[in-house]
């Protein structure tokens, strides 16, 4: 058994879910019962390319990971994420070496484009889904995003940012009250402003983590540092060296609440595919489901046939949400070689098409 200062790691996320967690693994092969003295148990707080920074509690250090850790991980499709907690070992002074990932109980990631699986963050209690009042407002964008916390098993917070300076603030905070599942939170912040602590607090307590996602500018940065007290993150619009004009984010890293919680602060989701079966996605659409099951139709859609059960109950604009995402899903569970094979279906039916439109020229 690996021992662990339980007060000083709290500091860093630990909390007695997870101790039973890593105690039940030690008696399979995930985590070794028989660590040595210098193994040490420390949580990942920054990602980049092959560093890592760990946190023990105390203190950070920086890390690479055992070229054996990396191919386990491989096998699983997966990677080491912000929030991982992780056995280290000290090969020489400052040399910390990652040995063995603890198997997270949440994982958030995505598809990107090439359909290749990226990792967001690990052991992820709550995710403040972030969207602006201002132009940043997007009613499907954030029903997609509750789905996809949803399914990794992630409890969902809707924030709206810039509640001092959005456009219509009141009207839209309804109709997304009046949209979203009844019990979700949903709140109004300046993130600029510490009453946001307050807003927040019943998610901010010790032991908690949390992560932060949601569009460039919306806000992310803006609330870590009011959050944390102490101003780490880069905000725009202040920007050093490429005068770009706004500050971004670019790597994700986890950070000390005032409160006691974690928070981990992401870069802005261009586009966040799901990586989630499509059932797990479905949940949040239960009432979709529902009302399909008892549509009239056997070889229904439901989407957009007359008399259809589904499309007399919900609004027409989530239904045609809820396909989307479902799509989305489907794309995301076909290999590469799916991928290739729908492109170059593609590819000949748009070169047949070209060719006809060729032949009918005078
Ligand atoms: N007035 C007001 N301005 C805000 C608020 N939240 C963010 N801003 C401003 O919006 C701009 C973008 O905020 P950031 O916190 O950098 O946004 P981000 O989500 O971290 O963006 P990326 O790092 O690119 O993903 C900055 O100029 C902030 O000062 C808010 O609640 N009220
Ligand atoms: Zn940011």
């Known amino acids: 058994m690996i021992d662990f200062d339980f ?11 997870l101790i039973q967690h890593i105690a039940s693994l030690t008696s399979t092969s995930a985590v070794p019962a028989n660590a040595d003295d210098a193994t040490q148990l420390m949580r990942i707080v920054e990602t980049q390319r092959d560093q890592f920074t760990l946190h023990d509690g105390d203190s950070q250090h920086r890390a690479r990971a055992a070229t054996r850790l990396l191919h386990v991980l491989q096998a699983q499709a997966t990677t080491l994420a912000v929030g991982d907690w992780v056995l280290v070992q000290q090969h020489a002074p400052g ?14 990631a995505r598809r990107a484009n090439d359909g290749r699986r990226q990792s967001l963050a ?29 399914a990794a098993g992630v409890a969902p917070v809707v924030v709206l940012t810039k ?18 599942p009844a019990n979700l939170p949903i709140i109004a912040v300046n993130g600029l402003d510490a009453q946001a602590r307050v807003e927040l607090a019943p998610w901010l ?27 780490l993150q880069d905000t725009g619009p202040v920007r ?18 005032s409160e006691g919680a974690c ?38 859609r439901h989407q957009g046939e007359p008399g259809c059960n589904v499309a007399a109950h919900v609004a027409a604009d989530r239904l045609l949400n809820f396909h989307k995402l479902m799509r989305d899903a489907a794309r995301s569970e076909q290999t590469p070689l799916d991928r290739i094979a729908e492109r170059s279906k593609w590819k000949s039916l748009h070169k047949a098409s070209a060719a006809r439109l060729r032949n009918k020229r005078p």
């Open 205 to 231: 307590g010790a032991g908690q983590t949390l992560v932060l996602l949601g569009s460039s500018g919306a806000g992310k940065s803006t609330l870590t540092n009011t959050l944390t007290c102490e101003p």
């Open 7 to 17: 007060a000083k790691l709290r500091r860093i996320g630990l909390n007695q879910e």
């Open 263 to 300: 928070i981990i602060d992401t870069p802005g989701l261009r586009t966040w595919r799901p990586d989630a079966d499509s059932e797990a996605l479905a949940a949040t659409f239960d009432d979709i489901e529902m009302l399909a099951k008892a549509c009239q139709f056997r070889d229904c």
């Open 95 to 108: 040399d910390w070496w990652i040995t063995t990932r603890i198997p997270p109980f949440t994982h958030i």
């Open 240 to 257: 050093r060296g490429d005068g770009r004009g706004q500050h971004t984010t670019t790597s994700r890293s986890l950070h000390l609440c």
């Open 122 to 150: 690990s052991n992820i209690d709550t995710a403040l889904l972030a969207m602006g009042l201002d132009a940043d407002f997007n009613p499907r964008r954030m029903e997609r995003y509750i789905a996809m916390a949803g």
């Open 163 to 180: 509640a001092d300076i959005g456009t219509n603030v009141q009207q839209r905070v309804a109709e997304l009250r009046e949209r979203l």
